[in-house]
């Protein structure tokens, strides 16, 4: 596939997922308005617009006339009848909702499968979700459109298939597409937690805004955007090696030649500051060889236990001094922290933010950054799932955008520069 096909294609995409997203939020509206408001000319906004009406999502809901004009079509979605599922199936839990077209969660349950060790158990677990969610929707009378379920690790660019568990090993072969087409009968695409949580913690605002959104969670993670578009940033440094397809700040090398990784690298990011990192310093400092599970080790930090708060303390300052001279190479116009290291209290983000502030050399951060604490991921990922359900399901150009990795060139430079 050529460059320039991609770009359009990917142009294309956004431009009808604006055009979607204007209906939705602001319909009844004429298409004149729509081609105001995105600035994009009115044979453009038709040809999308006849394309959603052709996949029976928009539909004409009235005319009006303005002025001495021709009558106005007017443009709308039934937006309480139609609905998408979310999955988010992150350690420790397999997380399921539906949300309609107004995109209010209709329907939810969230399961803790900590305890799972195989992929055959994790999957009784999906499928009983999957089965929960459908039984919900014909309560609700919704007509379920499409899934999306967002998982940890590296997938498969055209199936989704987890090619390599990361944060949970019982994930690890994973075909949700497989597992979950023939149950729900809908479109299922994966894509990664990540992702999920991005689109999770998106707002109106945040159209033409850069973001970099860090999950500090077991592992440590990155997304980049504008508005919807999103670029996964592309740090695999072996693409054939075993860290193939894991596109994720994480393994970017902190300290060469340090702390084995369980990508096999030596030295990443995560190998220092990822949940279980954190939870393998505080066990050798505590001198105790019991394994503490990342929930024991949440629960304590929560509960304001003093060595685990002092640790992700001093961590999160590290974290956000070496974030922010990244930041500054980036320019993001917004800094979103989420991650469930990063849910136990806002004193997690004040500490990155410290941490920024140092690198910086300045106090006034909320002027450059406007940095916020978006929590809780939980409720972030399935409404991100759910989200983008919908989005994709009307846009499938834009799921190899939410799936394949984009080089961002000026940020692996600032990496790599990193001091
Ligand atoms: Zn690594």
Same mark, same amino acid.
């Given at each position: 596939m050529s460059c320039t096909s991609t770009r359009i294609f990917r142009h294309e995409a956004l431009t009808m997922l604006k055009i979607f997203e204007v209906i939705r939020r602001s319909g009844p509206i004429a298409q004149v308005e729509i081609s105001r408001r995105l600035n994009i000319t009115r044979t453009a906004v038709n040809t999308y617009v006849q394309k959603l009406v052709k996949e029976g999502v928009v539909y004409s809901a009235s005319q009006c006339r303005v002025g001495v004009g021709r009558p106005q079509t007017l443009l709308d979605i039934h937006r309480d009848e139609n609905g998408a599922i979310g999955f988010s199936v992150d350690y420790p839990y397999v997380h399921v909702g539906?949300?309609?077209?107004?995109?209010?969660?209709?329907?939810?349950?969230?399961?803790?499968?900590?305890?799972?060790?195989?992929?055959e158990d994790l999957e009784q677990y999906i499928v009983a979700a999957a089965r929960a969610m459908k039984a919900a929707a014909a309560?609700?009378?919704?007509?379920?459109?499409?899934?999306?379920?967002?998982? #940890?690790?590296?997938?498969? !660019?055209? $199936?989704?298939?987890?090619?390599?568990?990361?944060? %949970?090993?019982?994930?690890? +072969?994973?075909?949700?597409?497989?597992?979950?087409?023939?149950?729900?009968?809908?479109?299922?695409?994966?894509?990664?937690?990540?992702? #999920?949580?991005?689109?999770? !913690?998106? $707002?109106?605002?945040?159209?033409?805004?850069?973001? %970099?959104?860090?999950?500090? +969670?077991?592992?440590?993670?990155?997304?980049?955007?504008?508005g919807t578009d999103i670029r996964l940033s592309n740090f695999q440094r072996d693409p054939d090696g075993i860290g193939r397809g894991l596109r994720d700040m994480g393994h970017v090398i902190y300290k060469p030649g340090g702390r084995k990784c369980h990508c096999d690298e030596h030295g990443c990011l995560e190998a220092y500051f990822g949940g279980w990192a954190m939870i393998r310093d505080l066990q050798e400092a505590e001198g105790g060889k019991n394994s503490l599970s990342f929930l024991d080790f949440l629960a304590r930090a929560k509960a304001n236990d003093a060595h685990v708060r002092d640790l992700i303390v001093s961590r999160g300052r590290e974290l956000g001094s070496v974030l922010g001279w990244i930041f500054t190479a980036h320019k993001p116009?917004?800094?979103?922290?989420?991650?469930?290291?990063?849910?136990?209290?806002?004193?997690?983000?004040?500490?990155?933010?410290?941490?920024?502030?140092?690198?910086?050399?300045?106090?006034?951060?909320?002027?450059?950054?406007?940095?916020?604490?978006?929590?809780?991921?939980?409720?972030?990922?399935?409404?991100?799932?759910?989200?983008?359900?919908?989005?994709?399901?009307?846009?499938?150009?834009?799921?190899p955008i939410v799936r394949m990795a984009e080089d961002v060139d000026e940020l692996t430079d600032a990496v790599v520069q990193m001091p």
């Amino acid at each position: 596939m050529s460059c320039t096909s991609t770009r359009i294609f990917r142009h294309e995409a956004l431009t009808m997922l604006k055009i979607f997203e204007v209906i939705r939020r602001s319909g009844p509206i004429a298409q004149v308005e729509i081609s105001r408001r995105l600035n994009i000319t009115r044979t453009a906004v038709n040809t999308y617009v006849q394309k959603l009406v052709k996949e029976g999502v928009v539909y004409s809901a009235s005319q009006c006339r303005v002025g001495v004009g021709r009558p106005q079509t007017l443009l709308d979605i039934h937006r309480d009848e139609n609905g998408a599922i979310g999955f988010s199936v992150d350690y420790p839990y397999v997380h399921v909702g539906i949300s309609n077209f107004a995109e209010e969660i209709i329907a939810s349950q969230c399961t803790d499968v900590s305890a799972v060790t195989t992929r055959e158990d994790l999957e009784q677990y999906i499928v009983a979700a999957a089965r929960a969610m459908k039984a919900a929707a014909a309560r609700e009378k919704v007509t379920l459109h499409s899934t999306c379920f967002a998982t #940890a690790g590296a997938l498969d !660019g055209v $199936t989704g298939k987890v090619t390599k568990a990361v944060n %949970f090993p019982a994930t690890q +072969d994973l075909d949700a597409q497989g597992l979950l087409s023939p149950l729900l009968r809908t479109p299922v695409y994966v894509v990664p937690s990540t992702v #999920a949580t991005y689109w999770g !913690g998106l $707002t109106d605002e945040d159209e033409d805004c850069r973001v %970099f959104h860090v999950i500090w +969670d077991i592992g440590v993670g990155t997304i980049l955007g504008t508005g919807t578009d999103i670029r996964l940033s592309n740090f695999q440094r072996d693409p054939d090696g075993i860290g193939r397809g894991l596109r994720d700040m994480g393994h970017v090398i902190y300290k060469p030649g340090g702390r084995k990784c369980h990508c096999d690298e030596h030295g990443c990011l995560e190998a220092y500051f990822g949940g279980w990192a954190m939870i393998r310093d505080l066990q050798e400092a505590e001198g105790g060889k019991n394994s503490l599970s990342f929930l024991d080790f949440l629960a304590r930090a929560k509960a304001n236990d003093a060595h685990v708060r002092d640790l992700i303390v001093s961590r999160g300052r590290e974290l956000g001094s070496v974030l922010g001279w990244i930041f500054t190479a980036h320019k993001p116009c917004r800094i979103k922290l989420s991650g469930r290291v990063a849910d136990v209290g806002s004193w997690v983000f004040d500490a990155f933010c410290d941490g920024i502030r140092q690198r910086l050399g300045t106090q006034d951060l909320d002027k450059i950054f406007a940095p916020a604490w978006v929590t809780p991921t939980n409720e972030l990922q399935l409404s991100g799932a759910c989200r983008l359900a919908t989005h994709v399901r009307f846009n499938l150009p834009l799921l190899p955008i939410v799936r394949m990795a984009e080089d961002v060139d000026e940020l692996t430079d600032a990496v790599v520069q990193m001091p």
